[in-house]
């Protein structure tokens, strides 16, 4: 595929709207890069490197249009992605991949970075208030009060 | 079962005591005859004047502030390893901030032993978290500057002069406060023991009286409440007490061990041998010393510069890579970012953590240990948004970095 | 080369064999452990043991499935059971046999696994440690089924107190409650230990319970309070100031183990992780005490075996015990003899003969009764490998009113021990109540699921956020951990059709339920369904076939349960040789210098974890061997 130096920046911007957290959650993760280069990866084993091409110039095209309100990013990503199975395949695994740090039911492992640290980023324990299971964890007694790390909450 | 070294009845920390004692009284003779002289421990103690309670409550205030300010870059370091990455070197440096904190409340103890107040957090007049790039507090080592960055070579030998203010190259003074005046010491040992001298002297000038300085009722911090360090909190409310204090700070950390470079080593000498299996926790020198060369000292290593391992460690190899740490960028402020950004949020986020918990242990060491649980729960929410910070871009490529500022 | 003769060979470093090598050496005998597992897991250095330790944090991470055993090594040479190869059994006919070791011959696939490496099972069990209750141990006398042991539960309770010592309990004697826990069930006791702090979520369940009504629950025409007490449990917490032992030592002159008074100087002190006596001091709430407790803050073996005298212990590890031989008369025990690997996966051995005066299996239930079957002795009253017994756990699942935070702390903090005991188990079984931290985790598979149902739902963006965060912290699951009745006929069993790829035996398991089982799963619904509607719980409960392989239909209706990890029978201990496997002194009655320890013994299962019993029970071991050897 055509190296596409914004790549991450889109990667970055889209996901933020997709995910429903903030780009520094993300950035927080330390796990753009890596994800980046791993989705391209993905893509270019399965020879398809057009639809993720096509998928980070759409999405830029539809930050650009309808950035910064969310509802209307939403909404142009569920008319001009999700109708199309390669797209909302591809909508899936990205938010999957932050939430879960997994790609097709399997932790993401990439060179150079530390086994299972996919895992240990997930953000669906932020959406959930709490920390993965095994890392993060909070110190005693803290899971007989209410959490204090409230990324999750609903605002 | 108990772990031996963990009590002060572990010889190895007798031993280290009387090493301890060892060196003033060659510092005494040291006054005597000028020529056997160490660099710097010309001007303590030769005009003694008599310090009061309150002078001692402000040296034991200045000792928390010191025993504080080295926290903040230990902390940036640690938290710079990468997640999983450099295990051990994470180990030896969280080992070491722990006996920092501990130190500190310690410090707090033994202020409210004597019925003062322990601040942290909001001191009057002046910062209680220095400003980086800072000196450390109390005057010692003017040419020690530390700055908040991540976990480099060159950091960690900044730590080992930290932790090693005795070495007779550099000039280092810790000041006393007696009676409005100032004295300096030639190191945090030195300080420590003139500390202890002053508590002494106040506490036998009281016992004359038939009373006692130990007149606090605060209720201070126990085990039950700090826990996980090498070596248990004590409770002070007698000399005794007081000593065991401070020959735990000094043991764990700082200056204890001026005689390796005073003294000329001689051949087969036994006693700079220190790091036998028995004992699990050495001085914090020596812990960074293991990180800067990437192993670990063996028993048969000696402490001692001239001895054949040099002081070194040459002992089992820690797995260290430079490049599995996140660079900061040095010496961040929130200011350095515009103030509706998401990373000044972040920074936001974070000092406000770290304000909530130097709060906490305020209040922990003013008579409510209890509160400490919930301490602990910051220290580790602090620690999450700092390792956010390690990895959120800012200035000049580097992650934006934890900064460590005061917020009210 | 002559090998060494040992005092005493134990077979296994799980709890049962490491509180018999620390008990036995610190009274100054001569031990050899033989250990399946890899070496490294067996590192007592601090550094090889903190390394090691985080290889197994690192699989753990990286596993999809986080299953048991999914940190820690599954060797082609020495396999373990493992949970994610549970599946359907094919045909009457048709053993299922996925995963390469546990042959499942059904009807019902045994819902259960352990871990067969350094520290056992307990690497990755839970540490809920509530003792067993004295009707439990009078289980024929009282109710009619299953059987007596041979002894009650004020026998065993001097030995219950040195367990909680051994695995360093936390919990409040005052708390608890429910049927059978009497003023002198514990007595004049504290745990070594402070309580583990009950969660958000357990206050929350308590308060809406509060709230919706008197907390009665109706079953069979009778009423029942529902309560809810803090679990005892082996992680730790804050010593506990008025414990009054220090530590257990063996009493030559009284030929007794005795609890060690404490004193201002000897206090007991809480063990840390194997790599630090630093770390571990406190729970930290890593919310994965199964499979692996990050800090070791949780108990395991290592422990205990860390406290073995090193000069009196060796360890073999990588030496998988085979088969127990005996002399021409076969009574006497003569050597176990063992196979030793390299790797772990090459598939090379070599055998050898290890040599004791005593030999100890503490293999686990299943593999104890398979390498006796393999043996083909201890079995005259022909019960080796019969009454193969587990908890079997209905979940109900549900959503709170209101956010209660669940994927927090120990797995669990709180449990109701209403249904514990009863005239019911004339009828059906007992069951313990935990209430679980971990939201839908074990049933459903969440938080993963929650959000592949959203995305199906094409929730994105802060919606998706959102409605993930308003279900997960609401998320609730209730345990019904029925004590099942022993069954000769649920059993483990060989075949020269199956073995492992060195050619030791594959154990294969049948295994069945049956109207008593099946009452209490109905009993249990019945209950679950009254206690979420008092508590304002969102029923979300679904049982199906498809969810869970073991699912069983009774009354016109479905229900799925799950192994708890329990495995527990295989080798009854009994008053009689034609009735068991072993003596109260836990020998076999065939071979005088054979003793069986760990849950195998255990003649029924109440409705407490096993571990707890097993270790006391263990101690009783260790205190006849002692005898035993001292009489020579």
Redesign the interface.
Same mark, same amino acid.
């Given at each position: 595929m055509k190296e596409n130096n914004n790549g991450p920046e889109i990667l970055l911007e889209i996901s933020a /709207?997709?995910?429903?957290?903030?780009?520094?959650?993300l950035?927080?993760?330390?796990m753009l890069d890596p994800y980046y280069r791993y989705t391209v990866n993905q893509y270019v084993n399965a020879d398809d490197s057009s639809t993720l091409q096509s998928f980070l110039m759409e999405s830029k095209d539809i930050v650009d249009t309808f950035g910064p309100d969310?509802d209307a !990013?939403?909404s142009a990503?569920?008319s001009r992605f999700?109708p199309y199975s390669k797209f909302n395949t591809l909508?899936?695994q990205i !938010?999957?991949m932050w /939430?879960?740090g997994?790609w097709n039911?399997?932790?993401i &492992?990439i060179d150079g970075y530390?086994?299972?640290?996919a /895992? !240990?980023q997930g953000l669906?324990?932020d +959406? +959930?208030?709490?920390?993965p %299971?095994? +890392?993060?964890? %909070?110190?005693?007694? &803290?899971? +007989?009060?209410? %959490?204090?790390?409230s990324k999750?909450?609903?605002k | 079962m108990s772990n031996s070294y963990q009590h002060n009845n572990n010889p190895r920390r007798q031993q280290l005591n009387s090493r301890l004692k060892h060196k003033q009284q060659q510092e005494e003779e040291a006054k005597k005859s000028p020529k056997t002289m160490l660099r710097g421990a010309a001007a303590p103690a030769t005009t003694k004047k008599t310090a009061t309670l309150e002078d001692l409550k402000e040296n034991l205030q200045t000792a928390m502030e010191l025993e504080h300010s080295t926290i903040p870059p230990y902390l940036c370091a640690l938290y710079s390893i990468k997640e999983g990455k450099n295990l051990m070197a994470a180990e030896i440096v969280k080992s070491v901030v722990i006996e920092e904190m501990l130190h500190m409340v310690m410090v707090a103890n033994l202020i409210n032993s004597i019925g003062g107040s322990p601040i942290i957090g909001k001191v009057k007049g002046k910062p209680f978290i220095p400003s980086y790039p800072t000196r450390l507090p109390g005057n010692v080592d003017k040419d020690l500057i530390i700055n908040l960055t991540s976990l480099t070579k060159e950091q960690v030998r900044v730590f080992c002069k930290i932790e090693h203010p005795g070495d007779e190259e550099r000039e280092v003074k810790v000041q006393l406060r007696v009676n409005s005046g100032e004295i300096e010491y030639h190191s945090i040992g030195a300080f420590y023991e003139a500390v202890m001298e002053q508590i002494e002297t106040l506490e036998a000038e009281a016992q004359k009286k038939g009373k006692t300085i130990f007149t606090g009722k605060t209720q201070q911090v126990t085990p039950e409440h700090y826990y996980g360090a090498g070596g248990s909190i004590i409770n002070v409310h007698s000399i005794e007490d007081a000593r065991a204090v401070i020959d735990e700070i000094v043991d764990q950390g700082e200056g204890s061990f001026g005689s390796i470079f005073a003294e000329p080593y001689g051949e087969g000498q036994e006693e700079y041998l220190w790091f036998g299996a028995d004992v699990e926790e050495y001085a914090h020198y020596f812990r960074f010393k293991e990180v800067q060369y990437g192993r670990f000292y063996k028993p048969t290593d000696s402490a001692h510069r001239d001895s054949p391992n040099g002081g070194l460690p040459t002992g089992e190899e820690i797995d260290i890579d430079w490049d599995d740490v996140y660079l900061m960028n040095d010496n961040p402020k929130m200011e350095d970012y515009p103030k509706d950004s998401e990373v000044y949020q972040k920074m936001y986020d974070f000092n406000k953590t770290y304000c909530n918990l130097l709060d906490n242990l305020d209040k922990g060491c003013n008579g409510k240990p209890e509160v400490l649980r919930e301490g602990i729960m910051i220290m580790f929410d602090m620690k999450y948004k700092a390792q956010e910070l390690m990895k959120i871009p800012g200035k000049n490529g580097l992650a934006a970095g934890p900064s460590f500022e005061y917020i009210d | 080369m002559k090998e060494k003769e040992y005092d005493v060979v134990i077979v296994g470093s799980g709890i049962s064999g490491a509180i018999m090598a620390k008990t036995l050496t610190q009274a100054g005998k001569s031990v050899l452990i033989l250990e399946a597992g890899l070496t490294a897991g067996a590192s007592m250095k601090s550094n090889g043991a903190y390394y090691n330790y985080m290889t197994y944090m690192e699989t753990f991470f990286n596993a999809s499935a986080k299953v048991p055993n999914s940190p820690y090594p599954n060797l082609k040479d020495a396999p373990s059971i493992d949970v994610i190869n549970i599946e359907t059994i094919p045909s009457p006919t048709e053993p299922s046999t996925k995963g390469d070791y546990l042959v499942q011959a059904g009807p019902l696939p045994f819902g259960s696994d352990n871990w067969r490496g350094p520290g056992g099972t307990t690497m990755h069990w839970l540490g809920t440690t509530p003792r067993m209750l004295p009707n439990d141990f009078q289980m024929k006398t009282k109710y009619g089924v299953g059987v007596d042991w041979p002894f009650t539960y004020d026998d065993l309770k001097p030995y219950y107190e040195m367990a909680e010592l051994e695995i360093g309990v936390s919990g409040s004697v005052k708390e608890q409650k429910g049927p059978g826990v009497t003023k002198n069930y514990y007595g004049n006791y504290e745990f070594p230990m402070e309580k583990i702090p009950q969660s958000y979520l357990d206050q929350v369940f308590m308060k809406e319970m509060k709230k919706g009504g008197d907390s009665v629950v109706k079953l069979n025409g009778k009423k029942y309070k529902i309560e809810f007490v803090s679990t005892p449990q082996g992680r730790n917490s804050i010593p506990c100031p008025e414990y009054q032992y220090s530590d257990i030592k063996w009493d030559r002159r009284r030929k007794k183990l005795v609890l060690e008074k404490s004193t201002p100087t000897n206090r007991y002190q809480q063990a840390g992780a194997i790599w630090s006596p630093n770390v571990g001091l406190r729970c930290e709430g890593n919310a994965s005490c199964v499979p692996i407790c990050p800090v070791q803050a949780k108990y395991n073996a290592l422990k205990t075996l860390r406290k073995a005298v090193g000069d009196h212990l060796d360890i073999k590890t990588q030496a998988v015990a085979s088969k127990v031989l005996v002399d021409k008369k076969g009574e006497k025990v003569t050597g176990i003899e063992y196979k030793t690997f390299d790797t772990g996966d090459d598939v090379v051995y070599n055998t050898y003969v290890a040599k004791g005066k005593i030999y100890v299996l503490g293999a686990s239930a299943i593999e104890n009764a398979k390498i006796l079957l393999a043996s083909g002795i201890a079995n005259s009253s022909d019960q080796v490998g019969r009454n193969l017994m587990d908890h079997w756990v209905l979940l109900t699942w549900g959503l709170m009113p209101k956010k209660s935070y669940p994927y927090r702390g120990p797995g669990s903090t709180t449990n109701i021990p209403t249904f514990r005991d009863g005239a019911f188990r004339k009828n059906h079984a007992a069951w313990i109540s935990p209430v679980d931290n971990w939201g839908w985790a074990w049933p459903v598979f969440s938080p993963g699921s929650d959000l592949s149902n959203a995305l199906s739902q094409n929730m994105l963006g802060k919606e998706l956020k959102n409605h993930l965060n308003d279900v997960l912290t609401r998320q609730v699951l209730l345990h019904f951990e029925c004590e099942q009745i022993p069954d000769p006929e649920n059993r483990v069993t060989i075949d020269e059709k199956y073995k492992d790829p060195i050619g030791n035996y594959r154990p294969i398991v049948h295994y069945h339920t049956n109207e008593y089982m099946n009452k209490s799963l109905e009993a249990a619904v019945k209950v679950s369904d009254q206690i979420f509607k008092e508590a304002n719980i969102e029923d979300h409960t679904s049982y199906s076939q498809d969810l869970d392989p073991d699912y069983v239909e009774y009354n016109g209706k479905g229900y799925n349960f799950w192994g708890a990890g329990h495995i527990v029978g295989t080798h009854r201990m009994g008053t009689k040789p034609d009735n068991s496997v072993v003596n109260p002194d836990q020998r076999t009655w065939d071979h005088d210098n054979l003793y069986l320890i760990g849950c195998g013994n255990m003649p029924t299962l109440g409705t407490s974890n096993p571990t707890l019993t097993m270790s006391a029970l263990t101690f009783k071991a260790a205190e006849a061997i002692l005898k035993h050897l001292d009489k020579k």
């Open positions: /709207y997709l995910t429903g957290f903030e780009k520094a959650d950035l927080g993760t330390g969310e !990013v939403i990503v569920k999700l909508v899936t !938010v999957t /939430y879960t997994e039911g399997n932790i &492992s530390t086994k299972g640290q /895992y !240990v669906i324990w +959406a +959930a208030e709490t920390h %299971p095994g +890392a993060k964890q %909070p110190g005693y007694g &803290s899971w +007989a009060k209410e %959490p204090i790390n999750g909450n609903i | - | -």
